[in-house]
């Protein structure tokens, strides 16, 4: 009896079907359900009138393997190569006009442990984002720079994330109007943290903020360890609960931190961050950061 495969795609808006670091952005792109005899071993395809491509997926025994070709007619496309389950060579994310997404070049390092046949864990090597008008606007090369996860219009992000860095920052933004200082949702600083031969990070800094600029929920590592404090419903005068180490001094407008905007792909930290009436406020500094110094959790000094 014939299985019918039902699968079900990861596709990132251009930016793959897993983002580096961990994080999973998803939209579900799903095939006409066809009938596979071994799920483990088929090829799919599917073609326009004219024979045209236009998505494309294949598996070895139960691997991604061969040339990918996914799309969605709101976030565009994206194509490249597995081989047996890891991604190699060139991957290129198109926006719905075609112009590109975001390019990636990965290639593999053999696990001295791993069986034959087996070829260890993809590497990337370089990440190039685009607006879609083809200026390129964020760059990592050799686990340095800033990757940036644009709109599906192309014209502004929705988040950017530093990488390399001894902290790294993420900064997201909101995807409606809002009065919210530069349309910041969330903000986060992490740092990393070598425990034996692995290695880890911790939150420095973390907060969300709503559509008027309000911050609803803020954490913070001190020395006294972390304090944590989320806001309360506005009919219930909207004050925060604190857990026992007390309020964050970032709510107090005891600290503030430095977060970077986006210049010719670098990540330039000229912008801080504070609070005022629990208010998130951005003010630009006269004087960036310098690239690659390494702060302990990047405050700047008043």
């Keep these: ?10 596709l990132v808006a251009g930016l793959g079907i897993v983002l580096e670091g961990g994080m999973v952005l998803s939209e579900f792109f799903r095939f006409e359900e ?50 047996h389950g890891v991604r190699v060579g060139l991957w290129t994310s198109r926006y719905a006009n075609g112009s590109i997404r975001c390019e990636r070049l990965f290639t593999n390092r053999m696990d001295p442990s791993a069986h034959a046949g087996d070829v260890g864990e993809s590497i990337m090597l370089s990440r190039t984002d685009y607006k879609i008008d083809g200026t390129a606007i964020g760059m990592i090369s050799n686990d340095f720079g800033v990757c940036v996860f644009m709109r599906d219009d192309g014209k502004r992000p929705f988040q950017y994330i530093t990488e390399g860095f ?8 909101h995807m409606k109007e809002n009065r919210s200082p530069l349309g910041i949702f969330n903000v986060m600083i992490s740092e990393r943290v070598s425990k034996a031969d692995d290695a880890d990070t911790r939150i420095l800094f973390h907060c969300y903020v709503d559509e008027n600029g309000m911050i609803t929920m803020t954490e913070e590592r001190t020395a006294a360890g972390y304090h944590h404090a989320i806001r309360t419903k506005a009919e219930d005068g909207g004050s925060f ?5 007390g309020m964050p001094p970032f709510l107090l407008g005891e ?33 960036p950061l310098a690239m690659g110094k390494e702060e302990k959790d990047r405050k700047a000094t008043k």
């Design 34 to 83: 066809q009938e596979v005899k071994d799920p483990r071993n088929y090829v799919l395809e599917r073609r326009d009138k004219q024979g045209d491509l236009l998505s494309r997926e294949q598996k070895v025994d139960g691997k991604w393997h061969g040339y990918q070709l996914y799309r969605d007619k709101k976030s565009g496309t994206e194509e490249g190569w597995f081989n």
């Design 1 to 10: 009896m014939r299985k019918v495969l039902k699968t079900l795609l990861y």
């Design 255 to 287: 600290t503030h931190y430095v977060i970077p905007s986006l210049v010719d792909c670098k990540p330039v930290f000229d912008l801080m961050v504070s609070c005022s009436n629990n208010m998130l406020v951005v003010t630009k500094r006269a004087t």
């Design 241 to 245: 609960l604190v857990e026992e180490r």
């Design 166 to 173: 001894t902290t790294n920052v993420s900064v997201s933004f």
